[in-house]
């Protein structure tokens, strides 16, 4: 079991409750980034620099994932790849990725991409609220949980 975060764009705070979680249970956790990153001490919390460039972190996500490994993500073709591959993929807002949800997910990603390229200013996410806080760590101990207790996803 091992918790892969795409690092680049992970904010601080999720990035914490990750290290707390790996903390109290022992699971591995990588952080992966093309740019240096710091981690706290356990050894079961480390981190993986890339080589910059497009894609390079989540290729390099994808090609070290374990079936029924997590990965935590906001890019919605890397979550894509990680399902297909057997692992699970959570957003750093607490929507957990599946097979039922991920397709409307890349359609909506498109929608947007084409409405960007036309002119279209469509904003960018929004700020992270503590319920998003709560949403994820929720989604984060109900997987840790199930890893825990031998079921599969």
């Given at each position: ?120 200013q469509t904003g960018g996410p929004a700020p992270l609220r503590k319920g998003d806080r709560q949403a994820f760590a929720n989604q984060l101990d109900r997987w840790l949980a199930k890893r825990a207790s031998g079921a599969s996803h």
């Amino acid at each position: 079991m091992h918790i892969w975060i795409d690092a680049d764009a992970c904010p601080a705070v999720i990035k914490e409750i990750l290290f707390k979680a790996a903390r109290r249970t022992g699971v591995r956790l990588t952080l992966v980034a093309n740019q240096p990153l710091h981690t706290p001490g356990p050894r079961n919390i480390d981190s993986l620099q890339v080589a910059p460039g497009f894609d390079v972190a989540d290729n390099e996500i994808v090609r070290r994932l374990g079936h029924g490994d997590l990965v935590v993500t906001s890019d919605i073709p890397l979550a894509a790849e990680v399902i297909e591959r057997g692992g699970a993929a959570l957003s750093p807002r607490g929507e957990l990725y599946t097979r039922e949800n991920i397709r409307s997910r890349l359609n909506m990603r498109d929608f947007m991409d084409t409405l960007r390229a036309s002119g279209i200013q469509t904003g960018g996410p929004a700020p992270l609220r503590k319920g998003d806080r709560q949403a994820f760590a929720n989604q984060l101990d109900r997987w840790l949980a199930k890893r825990a207790s031998g079921a599969s996803h």
